[in-house]
């Protein structure tokens, strides 16, 4: 009843926003907006719907969003949100129920309503086209999107524009993909090599909503930071390695940091500390 209603969540259980677990509205924000409006019944019910069930009930409604059941055929189940922790649920329990104050329920949806120039920033977890189950959307601050392959555990897919319609994924109970929107800019295959090098770690997610992914690659642990720079993306990597580390460079990303030979960029233990990818997008 509260996150993004992807089942692909259980998959990102180390993944926190590290807030103040006062702060009901932006964890509402960004855990719980896409699925639950104030007023409407979008992919699961409306902060309406959820104060009359759970208003004088704190408790069950922290047990219920810790392990949540499939209750009505044809919507998709709500993942567990154990990792938001009892303070930060009760804390978004809060908000909903003073965000309902006042509203009136609206007929259920029938299309994706968050087909849009989306809320900036926005994370997305997600089936995507050519990327699969590991999938995590970002709409950042502009104009610009893109998707952070938790699989690979690099960047795959960058695009402009609109951010997403998710209605099929909805509908389908999972089974189906979401529809990027806008003008795609970038799109990398998968590499099942490096799925056998990388383990992913989770993110975590700043004050202004911006995400950072932690992993690690033959080694070494990363946290990899994306932002908007100008029209295109800035890559801020933070590495702990023992022995240098190597990055495969497509063609748009260039790094003043390390040797790059043709397109291999190698980069000292101590080079790696901190190190930005820039990535040139028409």
């Keep these: 009843m509260l996150l993004r ?3 692909l969540t259980l998959l990102f259980a180390l993944s926190a926003a590290f807030v103040s677990a006062q702060d009901g509205k932006l964890l509402y924000e960004q855990n719980c907006a896409a699925c639950h409006l104030p007023n409407q019944m979008v992919v699961g019910p409306s902060l309406i719907e959820i104060t009359k069930l759970y208003q004088k009930k704190p408790q069950e409604f922290v047990a219920w969003s810790i392990q949540p059941v499939k209750k009505r055929a044809g919507v998709i189940e709500m993942p567990s949100m154990a990792h938001l922790g009892e303070a ?3 804390a978004v329990h809060g908000y909903m129920i003073t965000a309902s104050q006042g509203l009136r329920e609206k ?9 849009r120039p989306a809320r900036r920033p926005e994370i997305q977890r997600m089936f995507l086209p ?12 502009g104009d610009l999107n893109y998707c952070f392959d938790a699989g690979d555990c690099r960047l795959r897919t960058i695009w402009r524009g609109d951010f997403l319609d998710c209605w099929d994924y909805y509908k389908s109970n999972g089974k189906a993909f979401a529809i990027l929107l806008g003008q795609t800019l970038m799109s990398l295959p998968a590499d099942e090599s490096l799925q056998k090098r990388v383990k992913f770690l989770g993110y975590t997610v700043d004050a202004a909503g911006l995400p950072t ?3 690690e690659r033959d080694g070494a642990r990363f946290r990899e930071t994306i932002v908007a720079d100008g029209k295109g993306l800035a890559r801020r990597f933070e590495v702990t390695a023992t022995k240098p580390i ?11 940091s390390g040797v790059t030979v043709k397109d291999q960029l190698t980069l000292t233990p101590a080079e790696a500390r901190s190190f930005t990818l820039t990535v040139r997008l028409p």
Excluded at 108 to 115: E, R
Excluded at 130 to 141: E, F, K, R, T
Aim: aromatic fraction near 4%; charge should be negative.
């Design 5 to 7: 209603c992807s089942t």
């Design 88 to 90: 930060n649920l009760r």
């Design 107 to 115: 007929p259920a949806a029938k299309k994706d309503l968050l087909v």
């Design 130 to 141: 050519n990327v699969g189950p590991a999938a995590i959307a970002v709409a950042l601050p």
């Design 213 to 215: 992914f932690e992993y």
């Design 246 to 256: 190597t990055l495969t460079l497509d063609a748009a990303t260039t790094c003043e």
